[in-house]
């Protein structure tokens, strides 16, 4: 029954690898979005996309890349990891892009870049 | 810039007793505003809302008031109890989908 799924929860990984993190949600809702988490629990949009596409593409690297091949599916690839990757990585859904819709959180990625 | 920012980092309180999480925002245009709590290893888990058309929403153990006046959301749980121990985030969205949110405040229940 789980609403907003991320896998893997822990990726534990050396300098300059490639990565992918996927996330799935079955509410239905037409929105997502992901967030990354620092060690100081400040979260902060990296992306959204409504009905597989882009809408929200915050100052992110381009080595950052989201994916969503469906509007019930958002995977984040990231190139190139650098040790200032590490955090957690939420996604997040909402019923629609438009102000006052509630965003349901996954329960996160841990990211370690060694 | 714009920013949610929280008062107090942390707070302590004793089982039983009221709670209060403070917030301050600097965004005069936002509409709608979000308190979220998040538990060790999870992810954030929304609490209560609250839209600018009003000054005070409850739900259960939770109040949330908004002073648009001065900026200020605050977020009251009555009768703490252990299981309230988390991280908790207000939000805060100017009419569009993009929400800020604030750096958060750990709330710690003493048996």
């Known amino acids: 029954d789980t609403a907003v799924s991320q896998t893997p929860k822990y990726l534990v990984t050396q300098m300059g690898n490639d990565k992918s993190i996927k996330c799935e949600q079955n509410l239905g809702h037409d929105t997502m979005y992901w967030y990354k988490q620092d060690s100081k629990k400040f979260l902060k949009i990296m992306f959204s996309?409504?009905?597989?596409?882009?809408?929200i593409n915050e100052t992110v690297p381009n080595r950052f890349s989201p994916k969503s091949p469906d509007k019930a599916h958002l995977n984040l690839h990231i190139n190139s990891l650098e040790l200032g990757d590490s955090a957690v990585y939420f996604c997040a859904s909402s019923q629609a892009a438009s102000g006052g819709e509630t965003q349901y959180f996954g329960p996160g990625t841990r990211l370690l870049v060694l | 810039g714009e920013s949610v920012g929280l008062h107090l980092p942390t707070l302590s309180v004793q089982e039983g007793d009221n709670s209060i999480i403070n917030c301050a925002y600097s965004?005069?245009?936002?509409?709608?505003f979000i308190w979220y709590k998040q538990e060790s290893g999870k992810g954030p888990q929304f609490i209560i809302d609250i839209r600018s058309n009003m000054d005070k929403r409850q739900g259960q153990r939770v109040t949330v008031l908004l002073n648009k006046t001065v900026k200020h959301l605050s977020l009251q749980i009555a009768a703490t109890q252990p299981g309230d121990s988390a991280v908790y985030f207000c939000?805060?969205?100017?009419?569009?989908?993009?929400?800020?949110f604030g750096a958060g405040t750990t709330v710690t229940v003493r048996a």
């Open positions: 965004n005069s245009a936002s509409d709608y």
């Open positions: 939000a805060e969205t100017p009419n569009d989908y993009k929400l800020s």
């Open positions: 996309y409504n009905n597989k596409e882009l809408i």
